[in-house]
T-cell receptor, first 115, second 116 residues
């Protein structure tokens, strides 16, 4: 059972364009939604994260949009650059002070930004 | 402040062998989680250690075991290796103040395990 579904599997955008990656989750108990960026040969690095009490969070060129009723959240990368070319993972967890803790990841999106 | 480090970087084993992977958590972090990332997939949670005790486990068999030491470094041990154990093994540490939480897990570069 895949608890976090991510799409698209791969994405090609032109430099300066907007990259949009979507995720949907099933478990309504999830209350922490991070996005990770992974370059080849490296571990995932936290980009930005959101909790369900807000519908949007922006950090620089990266924005998370969150729709609690639809159980969906998305990552928008504005003014995409070739250096953003990487694999992006959405994740979800239940952050309830110890009763659960594991990050459940989507399958990833390979983003290629052409110069 | 040093980040999460893992050793070795790469490892080749044969079926049936045992392997130990090591992780040093980021300074000030007392919680370590281990994940398995198969090629082309997202990381899958194996287990987490908090103050030297296992604090939850994912859907992995008992031949996957771990330890956390007083300095919060950690080991992942896998016995009776199978071909499907070939993957990138990631360690992530996080700072816990009041108790275990998933906030801001910082990942190491991983150990690439190949089982022949």
């Amino acid at each position: 059972q895949q608890q976090v579904k991510q799409s698209p599997q791969s994405l090609i955008v032109q430099k300066g364009g907007i990259s949009i990656i979507n995720c949907a989750y099933e478990n309504t108990a999830f209350d922490y939604f991070p996005w990770y960026q992974q370059f080849p040969g490296k571990g995932p690095a936290l980009l930005i994260a959101i909790r369900p009490d807000v519908s949007e969070k922006k950090e620089g060129r990266f924005t998370i949009s969150f729709n609690k009723s639809a159980k969906q959240f998305s990552l928008h990368i504005m003014d995409s650059q070739p250096g953003d070319s990487a694999t992006y993972f959405c994740a979800a967890s239940i952050d309830s002070g110890g009763s659960n803790y594991k990050l459940t990841f989507g399958k990833g999106t390979l983003l290629t930004v052409n110069p | 402040e040093t980040g999460v480090t893992q050793s070795p970087t790469h490892l080749i084993k044969t079926r049936g062998q045992q392997v130990t992977l090591r992780c040093s958590s980021q300074s000030g972090h007392n919680t370590v989680s281990w994940y398995q990332q198969a090629l082309g997939q997202g990381p899958q949670f194996i287990f987490q250690y908090y103050r030297e005790e296992e604090n939850g486990r994912g859907n992995f068999p008992p031949r996957f075991s771990g330890l956390q030491f007083p300095n919060y470094s950690s080991e992942l041990n896998v016995n009776a290796l199978e071909l499907d154990d070939s993957a990138l093994y990631l360690c992530a540490s996080s700072p816990q103040i009041a108790g275990p939480s998933t906030d801001t897990q910082y990942f190491g570069p991983g150990t690439r395990l190949t089982v022949l």
